[in-house]
């Protein structure tokens, strides 16, 4: 029996509702199914005292720590871009989801948080084996880190299969309730809890805006999670003369009633690790409009309008594409479920659990 023990730590802070915590608690799900394999899941039950990088990896130790003890885990499988503590590194598995703390601005000097990425970065090396979720990442992972690229694997994320092109029953009771009450709208989802500058959300306002301005009644719905975000989002939208829809958080259900009736998806991201959202609008059968960043290219293939980042003007002409051009979106609606079928949370599980055997040889 191979004894794995698995930091769920996401599913109990702020990433729970994100993708780090869509990917853990699929990936759960999936490990359980499978024959020799004995997955114990490490969560500390309780949130950290603040939303912070190094409290919310310190607040995660000690559960990690004494499940894998307790069960007398082979592994430990980190889940979210950081090694335990006080685990052996050639007993470690870690997922890695981007470089962005490596490459991005940097911490102030000296600051905890400067100091942890420090740390951290130099034991990636050590790890018996690196999972990291496409082949952007791996690059940037082996670039970055400095990584041996026999040990970094590349494992896709997966789909529910809540997300279809097959339209429910209560898929316009969903809508409703979410404040949609008729199809044709524009779409984004993520989260909304604080600013992400990759997600590029005044770029996607700005075009968002200039279609609007030529195509009157365009409304656009965005989903996730509030916080500080949404406020300042809702601001800048009404500056520039848009009353969006702003749902909330919502149920896979609902999200993917959204995508269905959608008359285009957008992802306006400057970089995505993997770009679920992505994937999910086109096994919905979405028209989707992604910008040539990080994963997105590679993941949509030719089942989406790509453009480049950053440029709001080319995010508008890609959104007036889809909207005005009635034989593109029907292609992009047939060519995305295609393009999504072969993704799937159970094939994420084999293939982690194949990463899990060779990183034993190795230890």
């Known amino acids: 029996m191979l004894r794995v023990t698995v930091e769920a730590s996401s599913l109990d802070d702020a990433r729970s509702t994100a993708g780090i915590g869509r990917y853990v608690r699929c990936l759960v799900d999936g490990l359980q199914g499978i024959p020799e394999l004995q997955a114990s899941i490490a969560r500390p039950g309780r949130p950290p005292l603040r939303e912070n990088w190094v409290v919310r990896w310190a607040n995660a130790q000690p559960a990690a720590l004494r499940t894998a003890a307790t069960h007398r885990a082979a592994l430990v ?33 000296r600051s905890v948080t400067g100091r942890y990425l420090a740390w951290q970065r130099g034991r990636f090396r050590r790890c018996a084996a690196v999972i990291a979720v496409s082949d952007a990442v791996a690059a940037e992972a082996v670039s970055v880190l400095r990584l041996d690229e026999r040990r970094v694997h590349v494992v896709p994320e997966g789909l529910l299969p809540v997300f279809s092109a097959h339209a429910g029953e209560g898929d316009e009771e969903l809508r409703r309730a979410a404040g949609v009450d008729a199809p044709g709208y524009l779409l984004w989802t993520g989260s909304l809890v604080a600013h992400d500058p990759r997600k590029a959300l005044g770029t996607l306002l700005e075009a968002v805006a200039a279609v609007a301005r030529e195509r009157p009644g365009t409304r656009l719905v965005l989903a996730g999670r509030h916080g500080a975000e949404a406020q300042a989002v809702a601001s800048r939208a009404r500056a520039l003369g848009l009353e969006p829809v702003m749902p909330g958080f919502v149920s896979d259900e609902t999200l993917a009633a959204l995508m269905r009736g959608a008359a285009g998806v957008a992802l306006a991201s400057l970089h995505e690790g993997f770009g679920l959202p992505a994937l999910e609008a086109m096994a919905c059968g979405a028209p989707l409009v992604v910008s040539r960043a990080g994963n ?11 453009v480049e980042p950053g440029d709001a003007a080319a995010l508008a002409a890609g959104l007036g594409a889809v ?16 393009r999504a079928a072969p993704y799937t949370w159970r094939r994420t599980a084999e293939a982690t659990v194949e990463v899990y055997r060779r990183a034993l040889r190795r230890a």
Do not use: F, N
Request: net charge neutral; aromatic share 4%.
């Open 77 to 109: 499988h980190a889940t979210a871009t950081d090694p335990v503590a006080l685990w052996p590194l050639r007993r470690q598995v870690v997922t890695v989801h981007d470089v962005i703390p490596w490459t991005g601005p940097p911490p102030r000097l």
């Open 323 to 338: 909207l005005d051009d009635a034989p593109l979106a029907a292609r992009l609606r047939e060519a995305g479920p295609r």
């Open 296 to 306: 997105l290219p590679g993941l949509v293939g030719d089942a989406a309008v790509v």
